[in-house]
């Protein structure tokens, strides 16, 4: 095992101070950075991050700061692991100080995460000859009991990467798993974008659930909120997912499916596979709508399903239907910021154009 390799995590929320921990145990040189102050102060003054339950230990981390350039200074691997919303900001506080042959991961990367930082470190003039890759999902169940001391529920069993251009998978998956052999290559952007079921599963219920989360009660989102009839709908949603991806070659698996593949877990319904998934047992359900399974979801996964779905000439009502109606329960505007076609810089692409770029990066 390479434990030469510096490792930097951009974001101290569940998953960065969960990966950072996770990573110190094994041994690796780790920074963490985090714009909040409250949360570096406390992982540096206890020198690192405690980790509980399915994975447990402390790890230390040899840097914890709020300063960008410190942070990225000497780094190998740059996992951005922050919510998909903050891609662009984070994109924009990196492109100054990136080095030539950093490797940056985005930790997950929602829908076409690579594609969205790709643009913003161009519109900000980097030239730094960097590698972009990205994830389907974050590897940890997690949350965080306080600063510096994560709840960890479980570990996926596999987590797609891939690299943009797909060309450079292979090398960055083989760097990573030095760390982690959980991270297997996926033919593209596409298969770990439209690998990203979080839209599929937490929009819908969510939305579905709304009486319940306002009712200020104590509940667990999968085990209560993933009932029989929020499961068909979502299984319906989820169909017109695969719909796109086959239409984009994609030989993609079902919600279900992955419950089989990342948890062993074994049912006939997607709901009962979301409610008998251990990992998910202990996992509350939030008290407000204003939730990351809303602001985040939407903009930065249903959006660009449905807006592939669109150049491909595809029905897309489900999703269609809850982009609409988050919006008018929300009162807010999801749209402005969302990766569409434009934001994401493919809209002058047709879609043989498209699929050509992510495999080569060559535009025609």
Known sequence: ???DLKWTILGGGNGGQTTAGHLGSMGFDVTIYDIFEETIEAIAEQGGIYLEDALTGFGKVSCATTNIEEALREADIILVTVPATAHQMVAKSCAPYLKDGQIIILNPAATFGSLAFEKTLKDEGCTANVT????NTLLYGCRI??????????LKNRILLAA?????????????????PQFIAADSILITSFDNTNPILHTATTLFNTGTIESNREWHFYVDGFTPSIGRFVESMDEERLAIGRALGLDLLSCRQQFEVEYNVFENTLADSVRRNPVYRDIKG?????????SEDIPMGLVPFVALGKLLELPTARMEAIIDLAQLVLDRDLMTNARTLKNLGIDDMTAKEFLLYVQTGQRT
């Open 286 to 294: 939030q008290k407000t709508l204003d939730t990351r399974y809303l």
């Open 164 to 180: 943009l251009p797909a060309t450079e998978t292979t090398r960055v998956v083989t760097t990573l798993q030095v760390a982690f």
């Open 132 to 135: 972009l890759a990205e994830t």
């Open 1 to 3: 095992m390479n434990k």
């Open 145 to 154: 009991i306080e600063p510096g001391r994560t709840q960890v529920f479980g």
